[in-house]
Every structure is written in C-alpha cells, then in structure tokens.
C-alpha cells in the first residue's frame, strides 16, 4: 500500500447535492429565527415599549374632547376627525423666560380670528401677571402675549386600541436670537418639566 487513497468504487462526489443540502439548512435556520421571533415578540413588527405613558383606549376619548393629564402636564385632544394631539401645559414664552404659568382648557373661550376646527368648542388659555394669551385645541397659537404653538409630543395608537404619548418626542417653538423676539424656530426639546 503507498498511503493514496482510493475512492470506494461506485460512489462519486456530487458538488450539486452539497449546495441542495446546504440551501436546505439555511431555509430551516432562517425559518426556525423567524418562528422565535414572532413567538417572543420580537422584530420590525413588535409591539414598542411604552415611551411616556398610556392615556386610555382609544375609546374612552371621545372625538372632540380635551383631557388633561396633570402628573404628566400635558393635554390630550381628541380631534373630530380622529386624529389625537398631545399638549404640553406651559408655553414657549413661560419655559424661555423661567416662568410658572400653566395652560388651561376654558370650554367657553374663544380663539380670535383664527379659523376654529368644526366639532370642537373651547381653547386653551394662559393667564399669567396681569396678561393673556389663547391657543386652538390642537395647539396652534392664535392671539395673546405669548408666542408659538403649544410643545407637541408624539402620539400613537398601538395594537390593542391604547393611546400612548410619547414624552420622548417632544417638539418646541423657541426664540432663535433674543427670549420671546422673533425669529422663532420650532425643534426638537428634551423632557417637559
């Protein structure tokens, strides 16, 4: 014997037959990962973790209606056409300048001359030494001596019909040069406090 080896007759190497096998194992593999995945909720298409806080069911707010959430300070609007907005309760003006004022919703106020949103009566108001100033339901500034729409923070309605505010996502008018003198920007803000 000189140490070559010799193939065993009749049985021949099939390149063809390896990569069949291995295409194979590779669709299991990917099937098995895809299988846990959706049994433990994981993946694009899983359910987020909360990021603020669940206001209720999507349900238990009526279109056209404003609830307040005070530990959080922030107004939670159900617009008639479905879409829900989420309010911070202090202006623009009162977090530039330090101030303490707090937003309210007044049922009977108006807004001006600014165009109301059918199906919603009301707006919020700021009444803070001496002067006043009035926002729209959905937070859109109309009149008074504050400025820029009220801080918004995101919204979104998840699989099982809750309403979740995102408190992470919060977007701001601030003044770009002086406090409170135009021109104003509105971006991105940290936590609301």
């Known amino acids: 014997m000189t140490g070559d080896m010799v193939p065993a007759p009749g ?7 390896c990569l069949v096998r291995a295409g194979v194992a590779i669709i299991v593999l990917v099937g098995v990962v895809v299988a846990i995945g959706t049994i433990f909720n994981e993946g694009d298409n899983a359910d987020q973790p909360v990021q603020g806080f669940v206001a209720g069911t999507a ?21 008639p ?59 859109k500034f109309s009149f008074g001596s504050s400025y820029g729409d ?7 309605t998840d699989a099982q019909g809750r309403v979740i505010v995102d408190t992470a996502s919060r977007t701001c008018t601030r003044s770009r040069g002086v406090v409170g003198i135009a021109p104003f920007d509105v971006r991105r803000c940290g936590k609301p406090n």
């Open 59 to 79: 349900a238990a707010l009526p279109p056209g209606s404003v609830n307040y959430f005070e530990q959080e300070h922030i107004f939670l609007t159900h617009l």
């Open 150 to 156: 009220l801080d918004r923070f995101g919204v979104r």
């Open 81 to 139: 056409n479905g879409q829900f907005v989420a309010l911070y309760d202090r202006s623009s003006r009162q977090q530039e300048l330090n101030g303490t004022c707090r937003i309210r919703y007044d049922e009977t106020s108006g807004i001006g001359t600014l165009a109301p949103i059918p199906g919603t009566i009301g707006a919020f108001v700021e009444e803070c030494n001496n002067a006043r100033a009035v926002w729209r339901v959905d937070g």
């Open 11 to 17: 049985r021949r190497f099939n390149v063809s037959g």
